[in-house]
């Protein structure tokens, strides 16, 4: 396989919001450059999305685990199949799955049987990136910053691509140092479950709720307290952590009023993160820009308050002020390390996950 091709991959992605399963018709070429040639975000039903939250939950059995990961599959190959249908079939699929359990440098989980994608798509199917790295020492995750480097590291400025999911996440990307990145911690997750709790809500849509409380300082400094942020980098995290029993002690000490709570969450997803920057990166150099993406990027309450945040003379841009899709980006950067797995090139950054070495994520279904 010394002679690369340009390839057409989908890419199928679901994070921790477990919002949907974005899924990119993706065209790949040699020097690495990803085209998402169109893409869809394709819901899960609403009693798979409620089965997939029951698995985070203590009294989940390995049977319903063991179904949910053939239920899954089902769902990812849908996706697929939904653009195959539009633009035929892809050279391969490239399957991130659905993580349900992540343990940094020990193990991690992700769901969406690979065979029943293959099966029903008649696709090769290459999937479960993150183990490999873990089998080399690293936390694997996270595994976008080695797309970042290969599309930013170009423009020869010091940036940092700011992903804002359910968790939020970092790539810095420096002149004169190697990329790192760690996530900063939660993102939208909290968010939305206090959505769903006190507003029957799954996210707060464009930040206007959070827009009509008040930050509660109190509450968000003793937040801001726990030991998650003063984790040196390479760090990860998920649900595991910041989970419903956490958020549900943190809201012993909240606020009584709801809209206050949503205000002040908010507040901590985009104080933790400029927090996370004093800390670990404007040690080593400083930050020209920040390029926003996820979510995250689509509430202005949000966006408002890191910019708040931030030093003054740090410009915040979207993925979309450099013609990558701000909706499809995590899509986008599986499918070039999909691409990478069919080429045997190393895809994962030690720098960032923590691995001893390079090495070639991936699994390959025929």
């Given at each position: 396989m010394d002679e690369k091709e340009t390839k057409y991959i989908i890419s199928l992605m679901s994070g921790t919001s477990t919002d949907s399963i974005d899924t990119g018709y993706c065209k790949v070429t040699p020097d690495l450059r990803v085209e998402v040639i169109d893409g869809i975000n394709y819901p899960y039903p609403e009693n798979v999305k409620e089965q997939i939250f029951n698995l985070y939950k203590p009294d989940s059995t390995i049977q319903d685990l063991c179904r949910m990961n053939f239920v899954i599959g089902e769902c990812f190959a849908a996706a697929a199949n939904k653009l195959i249908k539009k633009h035929g079939k892809p050279d391969f699929i490239s399957s991130h799955g659905q993580t349900v359990y992540h343990i940094p440098s020990n193990s991690t989980l992700q769901i969406g049987e690979s065979s029943v994608i293959s099966a029903r798509t008649e696709c090769m199917t290459i999937s479960n990136f993150r183990e490999k790295d873990i089998a080399v020492g690293g936390q694997g995750a996270p595994l976008v910053c080695f797309a970042d480097e290969k599309w930013f590291k170009p423009l020869k400025k010091n940036i940092i691509v700011q992903n804002i999911g359910g968790i939020s996440n970092s790539t810095v990307i420096l002149n004169e140092f190697d990329t790192f990145g760690f996530d900063n911690g939660p993102g939208n997750m909290l968010i939305d479950y206090c959505m769903r709790k006190y507003f029957d809500k799954?996210?707060?849509?464009?930040?206007?709720?959070?827009?009509?409380?008040?930050?509660?300082?109190?509450?968000?400094?003793?937040?801001?307290?726990?030991?998650?942020?003063?984790?040196?980098?390479?760090?990860?995290?998920?649900?595991?952590?910041?989970?419903?029993?956490?958020?549900?002690?943190?809201l012993k000490s909240a606020p009584k009023d709801p809209k206050d709570i949503i205000s002040t969450l908010t507040a901590l997803t985009a104080k933790s993160i400029a927090v996370s920057y004093e800390r670990y990166v404007y040690t080593q150099s400083a930050i020209d820009e920040v390029i926003l993406g996820g979510g995250g990027a689509y509430n202005p309450t949000l966006t408002k308050m890191l910019k708040y945040y931030l030093p003054k003379h740090v410009e915040l841009k979207t993925h979309e002020d450099y013609g990558i899709s701000n909706n499809f980006k995590e899509a986008a950067a599986f499918a070039l390390l999909g691409y990478c797995t069919f080429y045997n090139i190393p895809n994962n950054l030690p720098s960032c996950t923590g691995a001893k070495y390079r090495t070639v994520l991936g699994k390959i279904t025929y």
């Open positions: 799954e996210y707060d849509k464009d930040g206007l709720t959070a827009l009509e409380g008040n930050i509660c300082d109190n509450w968000l400094n003793l937040l801001l307290e726990d030991e998650y942020y003063l984790i040196e980098p390479p760090k990860t995290t998920g649900r595991e952590y910041f989970s419903e029993k956490y958020i549900e002690n943190a």
